[in-house]
């Protein structure tokens, strides 16, 4: 299948580009290299420079490169810049995407992988999360995800549209062979974040609260490896088929992990300590997120390679042994 990947030189979008290369698909990447990286796009995949929200550009590329289904990646992500730049996200994350929708539409592309998040939920009613609860964002970022999830129902009403959203995660870690990993400017991920702290790249790791109604007082998240989540949105490709299929899935391991248990997986990964310096609370951030991702086990064979928070830092550290200054083009 011809599929588009817009954000495909970014984090997850490049490690879904080689996850498509290996199922026998033919990806096509679309990126404004803004937050990704030409060192990320994978040898002898066609790449196009350009704005999402570009409908000219868009539909010249859909038509050809006879894309059939496209996936799309290029969000801004960045929670607590969301709070204080919140029309940064608006126009992108939403402006932007309709424009692509729109695209899509008049060049006859009826299927859309949508990433969206578990910030869509807010502060959730209930733990483990599942598709059905009720949807309350804190941040701009989850509400901009929660638009287009809203859009799109309305496409697949109106057009036929046939999409998959989902909703997934921290992902983390990078590809088992250390050929693609995790650079982002700035990097905030915990991840990379402590891996600097531990090697000396940063003086020290700033903890954003520490007295949150968890365990040890630090947030829970459920982090997954960025391979599993690319092999989920290849996995729906054949649930896309129905005309109006509307399939929403969240995707994680299931198991909360506080932020002072990856400190310590780091520090165990690395053998360094990593220095920290507890802050406040930041604006947006709830005190626990994991996921029931029994739906999508079961509706699509989806299983974790990388269950556990030692095994998804290992993957990192190797990474950044190998590329100790990211792709090195910043």
């Given at each position: 299948?011809?599929?588009?990947?817009?954000?495909?030189?970014?984090?997850?979008?490049?490690?879904?580009?080689?996850?498509?290369?290996?199922?026998?698909?033919r990806?096509?990447?679309?990126?404004?290299?803004?937050?990704?990286?030409?060192?990320?796009?994978?040898?002898?995949?066609?790449?196009?420079?350009?704005?999402?929200?570009?409908?000219?550009?868009?539909?010249?590329?859909l038509?050809?490169?006879?894309?059939?289904?496209?996936?799309?990646?290029?969000?801004?992500?960045?929670?607590?810049?969301?709070?204080?730049?919140?029309?940064?996200?608006?126009?992108?994350?939403?402006?932007?995407?309709?424009?692509?929708?729109?695209?899509?539409?008049?060049?006859?592309?009826?299927?859309?992988?949508?990433?969206?998040?578990?910030?869509?939920?807010?502060?959730?009613?209930?733990?483990?999360?599942?598709?059905?609860?009720?949807?309350?964002?804190?941040?701009?970022?989850?509400?901009?995800k929660?638009?287009?999830?809203?859009?799109?129902?309305?496409?697949?009403?109106?057009?036929?549209l046939?999409?998959?959203?989902?909703?997934?995660?921290?992902?983390?870690?990078?590809?088992?062979?250390?050929?693609?990993?995790?650079?982002?400017?700035?990097?905030?991920?915990?991840?990379?974040?402590?891996?600097?702290?531990?090697?000396?790249?940063?003086?020290?790791?700033?903890?954003?609260?520490?007295?949150?109604?968890?365990?040890?007082?630090?947030?829970?998240?459920?982090?997954?490896?960025?391979?599993?989540?690319?092999?989920?949105?290849?996995?729906?490709?054949?649930?896309?088929?129905?005309?109006?299929?509307?399939?929403?899935?969240?995707?994680?391991?299931g198991?909360?992990?506080?932020?002072?248990?990856?400190?310590?997986?780091?520090?165990?990964?690395?053998?360094?300590?990593?220095k920290?310096?507890?802050?406040?609370?930041?604006?947006?951030?709830?005190?626990?997120?994991?996921?029931?991702?029994?739906?999508?086990?079961?509706?699509?064979?989806?299983?974790?390679?990388?269950?556990?928070?030692?095994?998804?830092?290992?993957?990192?550290?190797?990474?950044?042994?190998?590329?100790?200054?990211?792709?090195?083009?910043?």
């Amino acid at each position: 299948m011809n599929v588009l990947v817009v954000g495909g030189a970014g984090y997850i979008g490049s490690h879904c580009v080689r996850q498509l290369v290996a199922a026998g698909h033919r990806p096509v990447v679309l990126d404004n290299l803004v937050y990704g990286h030409r060192g990320a796009l994978a040898p002898g995949v066609a790449f196009h420079q350009g704005n999402l929200g570009d409908e000219a550009f868009v539909g010249r590329v859909l038509r050809a490169e006879k894309i059939e289904v496209i996936m799309h990646f290029a969000a801004f992500c960045y929670v607590g810049e969301s709070v204080t730049e919140p029309l940064k996200y608006y126009f992108n994350n939403v402006v932007a995407t309709l424009h692509l929708l729109q695209a899509m539409l008049d060049a006859g592309v009826k299927k859309f992988v949508f990433s969206s998040t578990c910030a869509t939920f807010g502060v959730p009613a209930s733990l483990p999360i599942h598709e059905e609860l009720s949807q309350a964002p804190i941040n701009p970022y989850g509400q901009t995800k929660l638009d287009i999830e809203h859009a799109l129902k309305a496409l697949a009403h109106a057009k036929g549209l046939s999409f998959a959203a989902f909703r997934y995660f921290n992902a983390a870690g990078a590809s088992e062979d250390a050929v693609i990993g995790e650079d982002h400017h700035p990097e905030t991920h915990l991840i990379p974040v402590a891996i600097d702290v531990a090697i000396g790249k940063r003086p020290h790791l700033e903890l954003f609260g520490t007295d949150y109604p968890t365990p040890d007082g630090t947030c829970l998240r459920d982090y997954v490896h960025v391979d599993d989540l690319s092999r989920a949105h290849i996995a729906v490709f054949d649930r896309l088929a129905t005309p109006g299929a509307q399939l929403f899935y969240n995707l994680g391991t299931g198991k909360p992990t506080s932020n002072r248990a990856v400190i310590r997986a780091v520090e165990k990964a690395v053998g360094k300590p990593v220095k920290v310096i507890e802050s406040p609370r930041r604006p947006g951030d709830p005190p626990a997120l994991f996921a029931d991702s029994s739906k999508a086990q079961r509706d699509l064979g989806w299983q974790v390679k990388f269950p556990d928070i030692d095994a998804i830092v290992a993957t990192a550290w190797k990474w950044h042994q190998s590329h100790p200054s990211g792709y090195g083009d910043r």
